[in-house]
């Protein structure tokens, strides 16, 4: 890799002067106290290492001030309210960004409701009435493409002006640029992380995260199809995530304590001749019941297409193959 993303957790270092994160459900919510912060805004879908670049420089600002990190996001995405055909499928959940946002670094996350009165503000409205009135900071933080107001016409140079004039410095951070491949750069962003999981390319987005990408649901009821072969699966229900392009894929379960080795199917059941989308697991060395469970899926690398085998018996002799090989890959993993 050609650059570092800032992974690390401020918190778990020891170098924020705040016991715990807050999170604040709407700007109403915000309070004098949070004034002199260290801000920065977006959607952070993901939170992947551009986003961790961002909090890793507001940390450090946030040392010299002894401000807090706070970081304001927006639920949902702006285009499921603007333009909702554009919309992009969500890298992490409400719950799951908020959860990032706090282990790289924020101390505060302030969650701005996605409504028209917000997303129609003229660019200099939005500074004055938004940044301005409601967190008075002393440094804002972005990426260079940072776009905001009305149909995201304001830009870092405009915020900057404003700045000067309101007392606030702005701080843009050059884009992380990785090397995924060998002569293969991609600069980092969450369009990019969907387009690798769109075409099955976990471990792809995987690098751009920082960590590898994870589902989260809850387990249902199947067909019973892999206890039958010999290869019980958790079938899991994944709502309100992108779920990678189908095939098998290597991973790791997590069951509240409990962390396995797995293989993952997502599609339908070929050889059977079933339809319907799925994600079933194999949680390789356990046997448990896991019904109404929730679990939470990490992807490693994929294995294969899910694609029809002659029958049962030819597909049972696959299964030992992707189970072996996912264990191997989680084992050099961890």
Not at 14 to 38: K, N, T
Not at 64 to 72: A, E, F, Q, S
Not at 88 to 100: A, E
Request: charged share 20%; proline share 5%.
């Amino acid at each position: 890799m050609t650059a570092s993303a800032g992974g690390s957790s401020r918190k778990a270092s020891g170098d924020s002067g705040f016991d715990r994160m807050i999170v604040l459900d709407g700007i109403e919510a915000v309070a004098p106290p949070l004034w002199g912060c260290v801000l920065t805004v977006g959607n952070f879908d993901g939170v992947h290492r551009a986003h961790q670049q961002l909090l890793a420089q507001s940390g450090m600002f946030a040392a010299h001030t002894g401000g807090r990190v706070v970081v304001l996001t927006f639920e949902p995405h702006p285009l499921t309210v603007v333009a909702p055909q554009k919309a992009p499928p969500r890298l992490s959940t409400r719950q799951q960004k908020i959860d990032l946002l706090a282990h790289y670094g924020a101390d505060v996350v302030a969650v701005a409701r996605s409504e028209p009165s917000l997303l129609g503000l003229e660019a200099e409205a939005f500074v004055q009435q938004v940044i301005v009135d409601r967190f008075h900071p002393t440094h804002v933080v972005e990426g260079a493409s940072f776009g905001f107001g009305r149909g995201r016409r304001g830009t870092t140079d405009l915020l900057a002006a404003a700045g000067h004039e309101a007392g606030f410095q702005v701080h843009v951070v050059d884009p992380v640029r990785l090397e995924i491949e060998p002569g293969e750069a991609v600069m980092v962003s969450s369009s990019l992380v969907r387009s690798f999981l769109s075409v099955g390319k976990v471990r792809r987005a995987g690098l751009c995260l920082g960590r590898p990408y994870a589902v989260g649901g809850r387990v249902i009821h199947g067909r019973h199809r892999g206890r039958s072969l010999g290869f019980p699966t958790a079938n899991v229900e994944v709502a309100g995530q992108m779920v990678p392009a189908d095939g098998v894929y290597a991973g790791r379960a997590k069951v509240g304590d409990l962390l396995r080795p797995c293989a993952v199917s997502i599609g339908t059941a070929p050889t059977f001749g079933e339809s319907g989308e799925r994600v079933e697991t194999h949680l390789i060395d356990f046997d448990g019941d896991l019904y109404d469970a929730e679990i939470s899926v990490e992807f490693l690398d994929r294995l294969r297409d899910n694609r029809p085998f002659s029958g049962p018996q030819a597909l049972t002799e696959q299964l030992k193959v992707d189970v072996a090989r996912a264990r191997q890959l989680a084992e050099e993993r961890d």
